[in-house]
DNA sequence: CGGAAACTTGAGTTACGTCAACTACCGTGG
DNA sequence: CCACGGTAGTTGACGTAACTCAAGTTTCCG
């Protein structure tokens, strides 16, 4: 799914890892947030004329497609599914938020340590990981890299940093988070308390 | 309006400029948007448990209130105004996108550009500024600078070289966007196409 | 066994940050 | 009226975080 086409459906993650992404003409990339079970995609491809950003999937993944026109219909016979979306999106505005000050103020370290408590959290919230035990996150380190704003390169160095802190673990094909807390801490952030979460 | 505050309360926004952001314990601070009139304020606290960030304003701003009980309420009695709501999450999401893509991706003098590009575009949008002509925008170099990712210094000396290029012209207080195409040309942006916008 | 994708590391460069000083423009009050 | 303090903008010298280039491993997979 790519930036521009006028999409008419919207759907539903049931399984699996992706994510939204932009890029300008020469092809500076810049990922803006994943996608994980329980999150829409195509909202606002939905809402405003045409997709603004492009979809790729990180592992196979399953969704559940939902045809445009029956939105209004759904807002109609269904107000608390429309609240639920109305959730959704402002959930994803909050992580947006907090990534945009990442980007923007905090320090590489900072910014890496952050990016992995994010993807710890939402591993474990949509229940990808079991709670308490240790994430294992498939991202390779262009996806980090791309998601941070750093060359890869740089974003490799500080993950090094990372690991002989002790922070976490670099595998094949991902990362495994060792110590939650002390990336927490580093990163000076703590997932956002959330309201009851819809089924969708 | 600060983070972490329970509030029960929206506002549309009726006139005037402000901006939500956040900030790090040691006061790094990071511009996520401006609100314009049309907007809507609080949406996020009212779904996730508490605000996440805070707003402040620039100019005298008017507000409509809006009470948090009532929005399961309207969801029920007017769909289409839920509909509208959506569809304000929406557009904010596609801007704090092309934000993201900005602060990671953009060098410092591109940011710039699409940064005021942006404002002008906001500004002549919601009827700020007269269609065509310039506008004239109320932000100060710290505002922006807080909004580039980059530190007060160099914000400056970017804005001048824009300036130099004649395509801004700074004011005692704000910004006077000379040569609105050069800027977007520059930045490698243009507008979104909007669906019909809501009233609210 | 070869080739691609992911990760690693070092050396040199550059964009941006920090520090510090200075100007200009108010609005306020003696 | 001028003295003042505060906010906003400007500029130069210097430091450093992050980038680029280039050359490695290592791992996976056909």
């Keep these: 799914m790519t930036e521009g086409e006028r999409n008419a459906q919207l759907y539903t993650v049931l399984s699996g890892w992706g994510?939204?992404?932009?890029?300008?003409?020469?092809g500076r990339r810049q990922i803006l947030n994943y996608i994980l079970p329980g999150d829409l995609i195509g909202l606002?491809?939905?809402?405003m004329l045409e997709m603004q950003h492009s979809v790729e999937a990180m592992t196979r993944m399953s969704l559940c497609v939902f045809e445009r026109d029956r939105l209004m219909t759904l807002?109609?016979?269904?107000?608390?599914?429309?609240y639920d979306i109305t959730w959704l999106a402002a959930r994803e505005e909050t992580m947006l938020d907090e990534h945009l000050l990442s980007i923007g103020r905090r320090s590489a370290l900072e910014r890496a340590a952050y990016l992995l408590a994010f993807l710890d959290w939402r591993a474990k919230s949509t229940g990808a990981a079991a709670e308490g035990k240790a994430a294992n996150l498939p991202v390779t380190q262009q996806h980090c890299a791309d998601t941070l704003?750093?060359?890869?390169?740089?974003t490799n160095k500080t993950f090094r940093?990372?690991?002989?802190?002790?922070l976490i673990r670099w595998l094949?094909?991902?990362?495994?988070?060792?110590d939650i807390e002390?990336?927490?801490?580093?990163?000076?952030?703590?997932?956002p308390l959330e309201t009851k979460r819809p089924f969708l």
């Design 172 to 178: 094949d094909r991902g990362c495994e988070v060792i």
């Design 75 to 82: 807002y109609e016979k269904h107000p608390s599914l429309a």
């Design 182 to 191: 002390g990336l927490r801490k580093l990163a000076g952030w703590t997932p």
């Design 149 to 154: 704003g750093l060359s890869l390169v740089h």
């Design 19 to 26: 994510f939204r992404y932009k890029i300008l003409e020469d």
């Design 44 to 47: 606002q491809g939905n809402v």
């Design 161 to 166: 940093k990372l690991a002989g802190d002790r």
